[in-house]
């Protein structure tokens, strides 16, 4: 687990058997994306493997971006049947899992020779992306050199009502090598949906529209 003040923002729930890890369930907390916690928690795990002697991390079946990246070796996934062959309502049961497995996984294949799967995924995510870009409103980010004369009100990002901030101010955290320590939080009374982020070394106005 990883954690930001007290507040967990990364788990991983991993298996263990033997000499090898197997990496089976891992979250984050969006709002730090710009932080690459993933990558972090799973540097973090390594070094437990070394100190503990593991020998294999597993990151399991599944061929993605990520995983390419860390690995130094795949292998094929494997489906094994166990049924008792003195059974014919056994034998019989078991050849037809077998049957309908070896066809799904052929058709699979044959979905991926002609990039079906690239296909899927691209459309999905592209419906993914217009779903949210919809019920997103555009954000504008302007840079200030000083703090703006007219009235400002303080707020607490912790505050339900202003959780949307929180992506936006841990990105600028990022990029201005600030913490929450040295960042305050404004909203301009006579403009609409507009806010301040105010750290030591640089300050923003951030507008919704």
């Known amino acids: 687990v990883i954690f930001s003040d007290k507040k967990p923002i990364s788990f991983y729930l991993n298996l ?3 000499k090898t890890v197997y990496g089976y369930v891992k979250t984050y907390d969006i709002d730090y994306s710009k ?3 993933g990558f972090i928690s799973f540097i973090q795990q390594l070094r437990w493997c070394f100190e503990n002697n593991i020998e294999v991390y597993d990151l399991l079946k599944g061929n993605y971006a990520y995983k390419n990246k860390l690995i130094d070796q795949e ?4 489906k094994h049947i166990v049924y008792n062959s003195k059974s ?14 070896r066809l799904f996984y052929a058709a699979v294949n044959v979905l991926k020779m002609l990039n079906i799967d690239l ?10 992306k217009n779903k949210i870009g919809s ?19 303080q707020i607490d990002l912790n505050d339900e009502a202003f959780r949307f901030l929180k992506r936006i101010t841990y990105k600028f955290l990022y990029h201005n090598d600030e913490s929450m320590e040295t960042v305050e939080l404004f909203k301009f009374n ?5 806010y301040l982020i105010s750290g030591k070394k640089q300050m923003q106005k951030v507008t919704f529209q």
């Open 190 to 194: 006579k403009e609409v949906n507009t």
């Open 119 to 128: 296909l899927y995924h691209k459309l999905k995510n592209n419906l993914y």
């Open 135 to 153: 019920n997103t409103p555009k954000v504008v980010i302007t840079n200030l050199s000083k703090k703006p004369n007219e009235q400002l009100d």
């Open 88 to 101: 014919l309502l056994s034998t019989i049961y078991a050849n037809f899992i077998f049957t309908k497995t």
């Open 35 to 37: 932080f690459s916690i």
């Open 75 to 78: 292998f094929y996934y494997q």
């Open 16 to 18: 263990l058997h033997n």
